[in-house]
């Protein structure tokens, strides 16, 4: 199977995953991105056999809604047991980066309301170490010349490699705007070999909303594609 095959096997899995525990209470977190995407064109069709979604983006609240799933504002939902979503990047403990897709800081919102979080990744996804793909950052606008700063001087005192960070463009070349309103900033050339100290320290940077770390709360269930099939770990 090459990547764009992985893609829709991993969403079937997570399908055949998630199919014993619906019922008609239960409401759903759905991430964001294209593995997401054909999770959510296969999920549709059992609608009338759960209570609906919670979506971690306008742009999967809309697709989901379009497919006729009921879609719920988080602060109406008593509880999340599951949400499905893909990554970045995922490593050996199941941590991840996310926001790829510039979602990430609902994605970490709906991912800290949920019991189990189940990441489906084609096979390209999975790494030793964190941060061969670009960790996205959401950043208050207002705020993003001193968090650049702030990124550059923590790279150095954490010695996990010199940033290159950009300035996230859309396809009009104006600067990309989150659901949230702000900016991202994209760090590459970090080999994050702490996670979790890393996530806590990038946080901690006034102006930072989230970073697409998500170390500190990894995933649970990790349904991961590959040329033969899809393994569960
Ligand atoms: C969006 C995300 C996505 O989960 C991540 O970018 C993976 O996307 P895809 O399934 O398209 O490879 O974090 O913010």
Redesign the pocket.
């Given at each position: 199977m090459n990547i764009a095959d992985q893609?829709i096997a991993v969403a079937e899995a997570a399908l055949a995953w998630i199919e014993p525990h619906l019922h008609h209470d239960l409401v759903l977190g759905i991430?964001?991105?294209?593995?997401?995407?054909?999770f959510i064109d296969l999920l549709a069709p059992h609608r009338a056999r759960f209570g609906g979604a919670v979506a971690?983006?306008g742009r999967s609240a809309d697709r989901l809604a379009r497919l006729g799933v009921q879609v719920y504002d988080l602060n109406t939902v008593p509880e999340l047991p599951f949400y499905v979503?893909?990554?970045?990047e995922i490593n050996a403990r199941l941590e991840?980066?996310?926001?790829?897709?510039?979602?990430?800081t609902r994605?970490k919102i709906v991912a800290a309301a949920s019991k189990i979080f189940v990441c489906?990744?084609?096979g390209s996804?999975r790494v030793a170490t964190l941060g061969r793909f670009p960790l996205?950052i959401e950043v208050i606008p207002m705020a993003r010349a001193q968090v650049i700063r702030a990124l550059t001087s923590l790279g150095a005192e954490e010695r996990i490699g010199a940033p290159d960070i950009a300035l996230r463009t859309g396809p009009d070349g104006a600067a990309f705007v989150t659901d949230n309103g702000n900016c991202i900033v994209d760090v590459s050339g970090w080999s994050i070999a702490e996670p979790r100290r890393l996530e806590a320290r990038i946080g901690a940077i006034v102006g930072v909303v989230e970073s697409?770390l998500f170390a500190l709360r990894p995933a649970d269930v990790l349904l991961l594609a590959g040329p033969d099939g899809v393994e569960t770990f």
């Open positions: 893609k991430g964001t991105g294209s593995t997401a995407d054909h971690s983006s979503d893909g990554a970045d991840m980066t996310k926001g790829g897709g510039g979602a990430l994605e489906i990744v084609d996804k996205a697409g």
